[in-house]
Structure formats: structure tokens, C-alpha cells
T-cell receptor, first 116, second 110 residues
Framework: GAVVSQHPSWVICKSGTSVKIECRSL??????MFWYRQFPKQSLMLMAT?????????EQGVEKDKFLINHASLTLSTLTVTSAHPEDSSFYIC????????????FGPGTRLLVL | SQQGEEDPQALSIQEGENATMNCSYK?????LQWYRQNSGRGLVHLIL?????REKHSGRLRVTLDTSKKSSSLLITASRAADTASYFC??????????FGAGTRLTVKP
């Protein structure tokens, strides 16, 4: 089946630095990708919809200047956490729709971010 | 914002027993999907049920959908220790925008 990869799988950084997370669809093209954040013991929260060739659509309450999304190609979307703070520490997951009718979401393995 | 709400929040059963998890949602949907997430891992798609379907089976999984009540249930029969995970329902309303519930944490004791 379709495969989505994320890189890195985990990252530790100092407060104030920026961190870039890549999401790739390995064997299919994705004009749309989704970014989620999951805090410990909580549900996935949709952060934004990444659109190839246009601006990302952010969910209410998600700072677009804080979480920069670039959908550079049909197989790559990047999420950059700018000036990261400890409260940004979380598990970030991307997904891309594929399959018949684009109904099935294929999720990346996630990136665990720890900001010290 | 979240769309689905699963209950119970946590469920602990013995191996071999059946596990039933419920999901309720608020708005009209195109389809509803169930996912499993093992601790610290990404999500795995389990089953999709369309709004015009009422029941669907996949191996030991049985999903029902009641659009009049805006609810769905996931039944895992003859549970195994390996079924221990968090289970999420997700609704697909429009533009493939997925909304997840808080999940049910299932523990299957050997």
C-alpha cells in the first residue's frame, strides 16, 4: 500500500531554534497533505492542510508564522517550527490521502520533537 | 476542532473477550474511519465505512454506522494481547479534512 515517510523521527533542540520536519509520499503523488500534532495522552489535532502550489490552510488557533508549511512538490511537504519553545514539544504526524476516491489517509510514522 | 468522540476512554479486557468501542460525531460525513495507534507510533488505517453503509467487516473487526444517531461502533472479536493500542475514529466531512476523536485506549490482558 501507499507509504508516507517522515524525517526526522525524533529531534531535540534548544529553545529559540527552528526545526524542519519533512513528510514524503514515497509511491504516490499527494497534492494535499495534512499536519497533525498530538500531545501526550491526547488526540490528534489537525494543524493545517498543505496544498501543493498554494498556501497552506491553517486551523483556528494555529499560528501560521510559527508553523511554516511548504508543499514543495507532489511528494514533499515540510513543516518548520520556528523559534521553538518547550510548549511546542509534541508528536507531529503528517498524512496524505490516496486510494480510490482519495478516501484513505496514509500516515507518516511521526516526528517526536523535544524542545529544551 | 475535534469532531468525533470515542467512548469509553479506556477499556481493559481479557484475551479472548470482545471489545466494543463507540464513536459519536456532530456533523454530516462522507465516511467514517477507524485507526489504531500503538504507543509512540503512527496511525494505522483499519477500516472505512461510507455514509450509505451500515455495517462492514474486516477480519476480526466489525464496524457499524448509524447516521441517524451520528454514531459508529468498532467491535474487535476474540481479542489478543497484540490488539492493545489506542483506537481513533475519524470523520471525513469535506475536502478529505479528517477530524479525530480523543481515542479509546484498549488494554488486552494475556
Amino acid at each position: 500500500g501507499a507509504v508516507v515517510s517522515q524525517h526526522p523521527s525524533w529531534v531535540i533542540c534548544k529553545s529559540g531554534t527552528s526545526v524542519k520536519i519533512e513528510c514524503r509520499s514515497l509511491d504516490f503523488q499527494a497534492t494535499t497533505m495534512f499536519w497533525y500534532r498530538q500531545f501526550p495522552k491526547q488526540s490528534l489535532m489537525l494543524m493545517a492542510t498543505s496544498n501543493e502550489g498554494s498556501k497552506a490552510t491553517y486551523e483556528q488557533g494555529v499560528e501560521k508564522d510559527k508553523f511554516l508549511i511548504n508543499h514543495a512538490s507532489l511528494t514533499l511537504s515540510t513543516l518548520t517550527v520556528t523559534s521553538a519553545h518547550p510548549e511546542d514539544s509534541s508528536f507531529y504526524i503528517c498524512s496524505a490521502p490516496s486510494g480510490q476516491g482519495q478516501e484513505t489517509q496514509y500516515f507518516g510514522p511521526g516526528t517526536r520533537l523535544l524542545v529544551l | 476542532s475535534q469532531q468525533g468522540e470515542e467512548d469509553p476512554q479506556a477499556l481493559s479486557i481479557q484475551e479472548g473477550e470482545n471489545a466494543t468501542m463507540n464513536c459519536s460525531y456532530k456533523t454530516s460525513i462522507n465516511n467514517l474511519q477507524w485507526y489504531r495507534q500503538n504507543s509512540g507510533r503512527g496511525l494505522v488505517h483499519l477500516i472505512l465505512i461510507r455514509s450509505n453503509e451500515r455495517e462492514k467487516h474486516s477480519g476480526r473487526l466489525r464496524v457499524t454506522l448509524d447516521t441517524s444517531k451520528k454514531s459508529s461502533s468498532l467491535l474487535i472479536t476474540a481479542s489478543r494481547a497484540a490488539d492493545t493500542a489506542s483506537y481513533f475514529c475519524a470523520t471525513d466531512a469535506q475536502n478529505n479534512d479528517m477530524r479525530f476523536g480523543a481515542g479509546t485506549r484498549l488494554t488486552v490482558k494475556p
